[in-house]
């Protein structure tokens, strides 16, 4: 079983639409949570990156934490077609952005 | 730089040549990281510089692998005898601190044929 679970999609949804995505993790020891975005042949960008439980906002993106459940999800509201691309979320002990481990990464499609 | 320049973007190496991968960081950025991202795959942790130390190596996958950063700003990550499933692609990112945001390369594309 893999430290980090996320579902590998695609998930396809109209422009416009809420997107939830999500990731499982079994270890305990993650303090830090990111959120990362990678585009077709480039590196990933990091979008949102949380230390606590609850939620975070900027813009249009939610990133919410849930230790206790070992959980996490990124919420996009009015969805663009320029948000079509992978997802990735990440993990760091509390060193972190040292030795991060990343899920899988979800394909988002945004139609027009 | 403007950001974490990687170079080459793509390198196509026959089974059991030997490849460098440069990785050029962010000016003053004391953390480098290498990651391999496999096709399908989240990037997987290969090891860690501050400045011209390599504090952790544990993710290299075998002794063919080798990072080095003598002067604490480029670094090259070499692969001997290179098989393929050593093709994927390499990230490189940088910090400014460990525990600051990691900004990635755009990656090198290596394929073993």
């Known amino acids: 079983q893999k430290e980090v679970e996320q579902d590998p999609g695609p998930l396809s949804v109209p422009e416009g639409a809420i997107v939830s995505l999500n990731c499982t993790y079994s270890?305990?020891?993650?303090?830090?949570f990111m959120w990362y975005r990678q585009y077709s042949r480039k590196g990933p960008e990091l979008l949102m990156y949380?230390?606590?439980?609850g939620n975070k906002e900027d813009g249009r993106f939610t990133a919410q934490v849930d230790k206790s459940s070992k959980y996490i999800s990124l919420f996009i509201r009015d969805s663009q077609p320029s948000d079509s691309a992978t997802y990735l979320c990440?993990?760091?002990?509390?060193?972190?952005?040292?030795?991060?481990?990343f899920g899988t990464g979800t394909r988002l499609l945004v139609s027009p | 730089g403007a950001g974490v320049s990687q170079s080459p973007r793509y390198k196509v190496a026959k089974r059991g040549q030997d490849v460098a991968l440069r990785c050029d960081p962010i000016?003053?950025?004391?953390?480098l990281f290498w990651y391999q991202q496999a096709l399908g795959q989240g990037p997987e942790f290969l090891t860690y510089?501050?400045?011209?130390?390599?504090?952790?190596k544990s993710g290299l996958p075998s002794d063919r692998f080798f990072a080095e950063r003598p002067e604490g700003s480029v670094s090259t990550l070499k692969i001997q005898r290179t098989q393929q499933e050593d093709s994927a692609v390499y990230l490189c990112?940088?910090?400014?601190?460990?525990?600051?945001?990691?900004?990635f390369g755009q990656g090198t594309r290596l394929t073993v044929v």
């Open positions: 990112a940088s910090s400014l601190t460990g525990n600051t945001e990691a900004f």
């Open positions: 270890n305990s020891a993650f303090q830090y």
């Open positions: 949380t230390y606590s439980s």
């Open positions: 990440a993990m760091g002990m509390n060193t972190g952005f040292q030795k991060l481990v």
């Open positions: 000016s003053g950025h004391v953390s």
């Open positions: 510089f501050q400045n011209e130390a390599q504090l952790d």
